[in-house]
């Protein structure tokens, strides 16, 4: 069985790293080859871009060399697909060459997309790219003071972005010395603090608590640079000194291209993770347009599924396992203290009060997770 | 023409069917109607509420077996 898989991002590692320890003989013998196209020979740890715009990671710790990852066996190459034949079985990379496969498994994330809202990529600061996240960096190293606004677009990658820059920011100029001139003001699209209700009902206090405001119902419009002024959807303006946004999200420019779904987001089945009307063709991560947050985890706990399934479909012919909704997420509530929501299609999360403790297994897990991407945690 | 769509915010949590909600009239034309399917119970309230507040069309809400029916028409 040709098993492709398109993109190197956790979740397509983790899959392909998983399927390899599940098929080693089926590789040995050759009843099944598995093959990883990626537009890049380097692996992001994105969520290490957070720690970036506060300066406390440094980019070379983003990053490891994608082939040193993967498993024997896996067939790797860094030539991006741009054309996908789908009716056929295969693929047209951007090299020119044709990959035919039994299985595909489409998992090639998102990107931000702050140029939907008028004069928002040029007046705001944000953290989802390397260069993004330096610049905003020196941005608030060169901050003496003001108004602080963070924007929030949606669907946007990682749900506890918007809360855990925020504390940390409010930590960050706190440890300036900048407490006193510095006011954070924090917006959000939907009437609380956060979209999972129990995070909000912690979320809100501890603003209140930091001296934090917010603004809720609130829907990015357009920036007036020259005024310095954010406006909403919703009739409201802020004026602001300094504007950090979590910007709206788009699946990848060539799945939309291709006609796979609008805006990138290609339709999934939710708990079996095929694309819509297709049984050989399945999504992982961001990429799908499952209603569930857009975050690594996700992308982890469906790549398992989807290599228990796929490495059964090559034994027995049939995938043997549904995907419940799975998701977990830290989320950093300052500097030194974390706390964490875990939930499925049926359970919302329980957050607990933030600890010491869970900040520390952050921080460990940034390290681990390289041992996590090779499907080993 | 306008359209009528289905937004399937069923056991999402996170975002969540208001989130999911105002992604899709980004994507929508003036006078499409998006009927909104959710489980939490929350979404009655909140849907109309935003709706009303942004200045689109709030049009019925109905319930059948633990699902919420919104429905609500992009105006601007």
């Given amino acids: 069985m040709k098993i492709l898989i398109v993109g190197g991002g956790m979740g397509g590692t983790i899959l392909a790293n998983n399927l390899a320890r599940r098929l080693t003989n089926e590789l040995k013998t050759g009843k099944a080859r598995i093959t990883m196209l990626s537009a890049s020979d380097k692996h992001m740890y994105q969520p290490g871009l957070l720690y970036l715009a506060v300066g406390r990671m440094t980019p070379d710790e983003l990053y490891r060399d994608q082939a040193s990852l993967l498993e024997p066996g896996i067939n790797f190459q860094v030539d991006p697909v741009e054309e996908f034949q789908l009716d056929n079985n295969r693929v047209k990379t951007k090299s020119g060459k044709i990959h035919e496969y039994d299985v595909m498994v489409i998992a090639t994330g998102s990107r931000m997309f702050p140029e939907g809202v008028p004069g928002l990529a040029e007046n705001a600061e944000t953290f989802y790219t390397e260069e993004t996240a330096l610049k905003m960096f020196k941005r608030l190293q060169s901050f003496e003071g003001g108004k602080v606004v963070i924007a929030v677009g949606i669907p946007h990658k990682c749900p506890m972005a918007p809360l855990e820059i925020t504390f940390m920011l409010h930590d960050y100029f706190k440890d300036r010395g900048l407490a006193d001139k510095v006011q954070l003001h924090y917006t959000y699209p939907i009437g609380r603090v956060h979209s999972l209700e129990n995070v909000a009902k912690w979320a809100a206090p501890e603003m209140d608590k930091l001296g934090i405001k917010y603004e809720t119902f609130f829907n990015i419009k357009e920036v007036d640079g020259a005024k310095k002024i954010l406006r909403s959807e919703e009739g409201v303006e802020i004026n602001y000194d300094l504007l950090i946004t979590i910007p709206a999200h788009k699946g990848m420019e060539v799945l939309e291209k291709n006609g796979l779904g609008q805006n990138g987001w290609i339709p999934t089945n939710r708990t079996k993770l095929n694309m819509e009307g297709r049984t050989n063709v399945f999504i992982c991560g961001d990429t799908t347009n499952i209603p569930i947050s857009k975050a690594g985890s996700t992308a982890h706990f469906e790549a398992d599924v989807l290599g228990e399934n796929i490495a059964a479909m090559v034994k027995m012919g049939t995938p043997v396992r549904e995907y419940d909704g799975k998701v977990f997420c830290f989320v950093e509530a300052g500097k030194d203290r974390a706390t964490y929501a875990m939930f499925d299609y049926q359970n919302p999360p329980d957050p607990k009060a933030p600890t010491k403790a869970v900040h520390w297994f952050k921080m460990a897990y940034n390290k681990l997770y390289w041992i996590s991407a090779r499907g080993l945690l | ?76």
């Fill in chain 2, 1 to 76: 023409m306008a359209e009528k769509k289905i937004v399937d915010g069923r056991g999402s949590f996170c975002p969540g069917p208001l989130m999911e909600l105002i992604v899709a009239l980004k994507s929508s034309q003036i006078g499409d109607e998006l009927e909104v399917l959710s489980t939490d119970k929350g979404s009655a309230n909140d849907i109309p509420e935003w709706v009303r507040k942004v200045g689109h069309e709030y049009i019925s809400t109905t319930e059948d077996n633990g699902v919420w029916h919104i429905t609500v028409r992009k105006t601007k």
